[in-house]
């Protein structure tokens, strides 16, 4: 395990998060690697979530490590760990909504630049280049979603799958080497659902790992390299898809949340 | 605005003081160069943070306060009291963003106006530095080598350079990543963050290069009316700006400038026929109406009316 | 010691009419989500008021605190249903705008009917203070101490044992479930309005006499108000009234001992610093609105 650690993407001990009395997170512990897509599933107040709040500095756990490449994020805050390379979207679709989608994305590309007031006010020549560069980028990634006919429209216009895009070329704008996705799929058409395993694919493909909740199992089963299951806060199992299958308490959460629905 | 009509636009500024015979005109222009300048500092802040700042009149009156005091007790030339008045308000605005860091809508708006309060009545109340409510007469006009810029021509002409600079610097700002991330706080503040967008920072960015504009517009105002007393700090100043900048289109480059010229010219125009608390009377009416019937602004509404007319 | 004393019952003279403002606000903040920056004029509409009613209508001074309480909450309730009902679905920011605009709409056309000069409004009180032991305070100031406790007693009644009270709170707790149940929102918003800028008006009239009325007086009063309500925290009326008192005795002692010049400088302070230190208010262990 510890020789491991060195190479793991992110590697989280001991997670805690409790909101007043309640703990949303009590004592996770799993590991993400590298280039692999990750996922992490469980009932609705499993924590889910929670873990990805804690793990990209939105809220501060009660106890816990959580390393990115061997260095500790704790205490960081979002922008600053969006710096290093982690980038998270959101379960409720979250984008610029009075921005056209190509300033959305270059809001994304961010961290891509690097003019600061003096740049912007005084070296004409230097900002010029660095938006065209900034703006070739933004096309780029546009494109890399199938959203390059779209780039002059106000995002809030757009239906609401191409919404979900536009938040994920928001995200590919920082060059995240871990991705974190809250639900891609959610409340979209098989059509789309098909366009998106399609980009997580490709996203892996160019050297970014990435760690998913999602609801959807077959889209669950079909994409990861591995999955972690939350109940109640803590992970029940973890390990391949096939095994995750098998696994009895897996198949006891969830035919027992179904229960409790029914 | 196509480049013709920029072009002509241009032509007339430049060459205002030639056709405009009349001093009250020009006297009006330099004013609503003046606010122009005010206006557009305004917005940097509301117009693309998002962020309501009441205080506004604190960091105008700083530097108005500042340019008079440099020139008056220390006897500076006017061309260093300018850029150290600007850098004082600037020093104000750092401040009062790292005061409003986390703060957000009604809180920030609060610790604005909280500031020029206090600032309004530090300057009553130390008489020793401010002269308290009688304020500061003979602020000299600046100079150009052998030639004074008293004259309202020649005034028209700094102001005029202010109004560009001011605009040529939001227009670079809105057009690179730092105006970029302004916006990005305004619209999603959480998404901003997880591409790495150190909202906060831009925040007190944002506060600083806009105060520095608020005490360019006070410097110039001193030296032009060449009397600075506390009614600088007055809420009435603040209340212009927040109107100039809703009624033009928040957010937009050119709104502001807009507002600034019809909210200087308009109450000059009416001036004769009615009083001064109608007119504030009515500004309050004014900023219901646009709210409610154009949330947007003039420039954001005509763009719009354009569009729909090309065929 | 003695002065420390006057000074504190100064204090609450001055801290009880915070209150009630800061009590106005509070409700209108956490219930409607609605910032508004027009609330100190209600506070100088009151003074006005109480001034009209005795000059014009030679009404008892007594009469005429009671009319302007009146007057504030009705041009309250038309207020809230005229400009704040049709943008009920807007931002918070929308809203703040509009109230700005009222704001500087009402004490303009204060300044118009009644000008700029400062009105003294008559009272029947004697002007000998009494005293009492080693404090001394003139009876008009005590009037404004009892009327100030009993209208907050009456708040609180209104709020906890009535049942617009109870429909009230429930509002401010959870507005849709409060739909459900029957609760209508909209009256709950008018009525909240009405109340608060009563409230306002109270205060307006209880200090009047005490100073003098101006059209400008609002504006300090607005931020008093303003800085109650952060010192109590949003929408909590303990926490409201404790801050009141708090602020106006904190404002006795820093004129009494520091400078009279920046009495004004200590709500601003109190904001920015409790802004700073401790966003949720000084109070916020204590129960929300009951």
């Known amino acids: 395990m510890a020789r491991a650690a060195g190479t793991l993407t992110l590697a989280v001990r001991d997670l805690a998060v409790r909101f007043g009395g309640v703990a949303a997170l009590a004592g996770v512990s799993f590991d993400v690697h590298p280039g692999t897509i990750t996922s992490v599933i469980g009932p609705n107040g499993a924590g889910k979530t929670t873990a990805f709040n804690a793990i990209t500095g939105y809220l501060a756990p009660t106890r816990g490590r959580i390393e990115y490449d061997g260095s500790p994020l704790t205490g960081l805050r979002p922008s600053a760990i969006a710096a290093r390379g982690i980038v998270?979207?959101?379960?409720?679709?979250?984008?610029?909504?009075?921005?056209?989608?190509?300033?959305?994305?270059?809001?994304?590309?961010?961290?891509?630049?690097?003019?600061?007031?003096?740049?912007?006010?005084l070296r004409r020549r230097r900002l010029a280049a660095e938006e065209s560069r900034l703006a070739r980028e933004a096309d780029g990634i546009l494109d890399f979603v199938g959203l390059g006919r779209r780039r002059g429209e106000r995002a809030s216009e757009l239906p609401y799958g191409e919404q979900r895009l536009v938040e994920l070329a928001v995200a590919l704008g920082a060059r995240p080497r871990l991705l974190l996705l809250d639900e891609p799929g959610a409340g979209m058409t098989t059509a789309e659902k098909t366009t998106v395993t399609d980009l997580i694919y490709r996203i892996r493909d160019q050297a970014t790992t990435v760690l998913l909740v999602e609801h959807d199992m077959r889209m669950v089963m079909s994409i990861s390299d591995a999955v972690i299951v939350l109940n109640h806060g803590r992970v029940i199992a973890a390990g391949t898809p096939a095994a995750i299958q098998a696994h009895p308490d897996v198949i006891r959460a969830y035919l027992g949340s179904a229960g409790d629905r029914a | 605005?196509?480049?013709?009509?920029?072009?002509?636009?241009?032509?007339?500024?430049?060459?205002?003081?030639?056709?405009?015979?009349?001093?009250?005109?020009?006297?009006?222009?330099?004013?609503?160069?003046i606010f122009g300048v005010l206006a557009l500092s305004l917005n940097l802040l509301l117009g693309y943070t998002g962020q309501l700042s009441l205080g506004h009149a604190a960091f105008f009156?700083?530097?108005?306060?500042?340019?008079?005091?440099?020139?008056?007790?220390?006897?500076?030339?006017?061309?260093?009291?300018?850029?150290?008045?600007?850098?004082?308000?600037?020093?104000?605005?750092?401040?009062?963003?790292?005061?409003?860091?986390?703060?957000?809508?009604?809180?920030?708006?609060?610790?604005?106006?909280?500031?020029?309060?206090?600032?309004?009545?530090?300057?009553?109340?130390?008489?020793?530095?401010?002269?308290?409510?009688?304020?500061?007469?003979?602020?000299?006009?600046?100079?150009?080598?052998?030639?004074?810029?008293?004259?309202?021509?020649?005034?028209?002409?700094?102001?005029?350079?202010?109004?560009?600079?001011?605009?040529?610097?939001?227009?670079?700002?809105?057009?690179?990543?730092?105006?970029?991330?302004?916006?990005?706080?305004?619209?999603?503040?959480?998404?901003?963050?997880?591409?790495?967008?150190?909202?906060?920072?831009?925040?007190?960015?944002?506060?600083?290069?806009?105060?520095?504009?608020?005490?360019?517009?006070?410097?110039?105002?001193?030296?032009?009316?060449?009397?600075?007393?506390?009614?600088?700090?007055?809420?009435?100043?603040?209340?212009?700006?927040?109107?100039?900048?809703?009624?033009?289109?928040?957010?937009?480059?050119?709104?502001?400038?807009?507002?600034?010229?019809?909210?200087?010219?308009?109450?000059?125009?009416?001036?004769?026929?009615?009083?001064?608390?109608?007119?504030?009377?009515a500004y309050g009416v004014l900023l219901i109406l646009l709210v409610v019937f154009l949330p947007r602004g003039i420039v954001p509404a005509i763009a719009a009316w354009r569009v729909r007319q090309a065929p | 010691m003695a002065e420390l004393l006057q000074h504190l019952v100064n204090g609450l003279v001055l801290g009880g009419t915070y209150a009630l403002l800061g009590i106005g606000l509070t409700l209108i903040f956490g219930l409607m989500n609605v910032v508004n920056f027009a609330h100190g004029e209600f506070y100088t509409l009151g003074a006005y008021a109480t001034f009209a009613a005795l000059g014009l209508a030679g009404a008892n001074f007594f009469a005429a605190v009671l009319a302007a309480i009146a007057c504030g909450a009705v041009l309250g309730a038309l207020c809230e249903q005229a400009l704040l009902r049709p943008l009920r679905a807007e931002s918070i920011d929308t809203t703040m705008l509009v109230m700005i605009g009222v704001w500087i709409a009402m004490q303009n056309a204060e300044l118009l009917i009644w000008g700029g000069v400062a009105k003294s409004i008559p009272h029947p009180f004697p002007t000998a203070p009494l005293v009492l032991g080693p404090v001394s305070i003139a009876p008009l100031r005590?009037?404004?101490?009892?009327?100030?406790?009993?209208?907050?007693?009456?708040?609180?009644?209104?709020?906890?044992?009535?049942?617009?009270?109870?429909?009230?709170?429930?509002?401010?707790?959870?507005?849709?479930?409060?739909?459900?149940?029957?609760?209508?929102?909209?009256?709950?918003?008018?009525?909240?309005?009405?109340?608060?800028?009563?409230?306002?008006?109270?205060?307006?009239?209880?200090?009047?006499?005490?100073?003098?009325?101006?059209?400008?007086?609002?504006?300090?009063?607005?931020?008093?108000?303003?800085?109650?309500?952060?010192?109590?925290?949003?929408?909590?009326?303990?926490?409201?009234?404790?801050?009141?008192l708090l602020l106006g005795i904190a404002e006795e002692l820093g004129a009494g001992y520091i400078s009279s010049g920046y009495r004004d400088a200590v709500g601003f302070v109190i904001i920015i610093l409790v802004l700073l230190l401790r966003p949720a208010g000084l109070f916020t262990k204590q129960e929300r609105i009951g």
């Open chain 2, 1 to 33: 605005m196509s480049g013709a009509g920029r072009a002509v636009l241009a032509g007339l500024a430049l060459t205002l003081p030639f056709w405009l015979p009349n001093p009250y005109f020009l006297h009006v222009a330099i004013m609503a160069g």
């Open chain 2, 61 to 281: 009156g700083i530097g108005a306060y500042a340019s008079a005091l440099l020139t008056l007790r220390l006897e500076w030339s006017f061309w260093l009291a300018l850029p150290a008045a600007v850098a004082l308000a600037a020093l104000a605005g750092w401040l009062i963003g790292r005061l409003a860091l986390k703060l957000r809508g009604a809180y920030f708006v609060l610790v604005t106006i909280s500031f020029a309060g206090v600032v309004a009545l530090v300057s009553v109340n130390w008489m020793e530095l401010t002269n308290g409510p009688l304020g500061l007469p003979g602020v000299p006009a600046p100079t150009l080598g052998p030639w004074s810029l008293r004259g309202k021509p020649a005034y028209y002409y700094l102001v005029l350079a202010a109004v560009l600079l001011a605009s040529l610097v939001c227009r670079r700002l809105v057009h690179s990543r730092i105006g970029r991330a302004f916006v990005a706080l305004r619209e999603n503040e959480p998404l901003a963050e997880s591409v790495g967008v150190d909202v906060t920072h831009y925040l007190v960015l944002a506060a600083v290069v806009s105060a520095a504009m608020a005490g360019l517009a006070g410097s110039l105002y001193a030296h032009y009316t060449r009397f600075v007393s506390p009614e600088v700090f007055l809420f009435s100043y603040t209340v212009t700006m927040v109107i100039m900048v809703v009624a033009g289109g928040k957010g937009t480059l050119a709104g502001p400038l807009v507002g600034a010229l019809i909210f200087t010219v308009l109450p000059e125009a009416l001036r004769a026929v009615v009083s001064w608390q109608w007119q504030m009377l």
């Open chain 3, 142 to 244: 005590a009037f404004v101490l009892v009327l100030a406790a009993g209208l907050i007693v009456m708040a609180y009644l209104a709020i906890h044992r009535t049942r617009l009270g109870t429909a009230m709170r429930a509002t401010f707790q959870d507005r849709d479930t409060a739909a459900l149940m029957g609760v209508r929102i909209h009256r709950m918003h008018t009525v909240t309005f009405a109340f608060g800028s009563g409230l306002a008006a109270a205060a307006g009239a209880l200090l009047g006499p005490v100073f003098l009325a101006y059209p400008s007086m609002g504006d300090l009063a607005s931020l008093k108000a303003f800085s109650v309500v952060i010192l109590g925290g949003l929408g909590n009326l303990p926490g409201a009234t404790l801050g009141g």
């Open chain 1, 88 to 121: 998270r979207t959101f379960q409720r679709t979250s984008v610029f909504p009075a921005l056209t989608v190509a300033d959305n994305v270059m809001i994304g590309l961010h961290l891509r630049g690097v003019a600061g007031l003096v740049d912007v006010t």
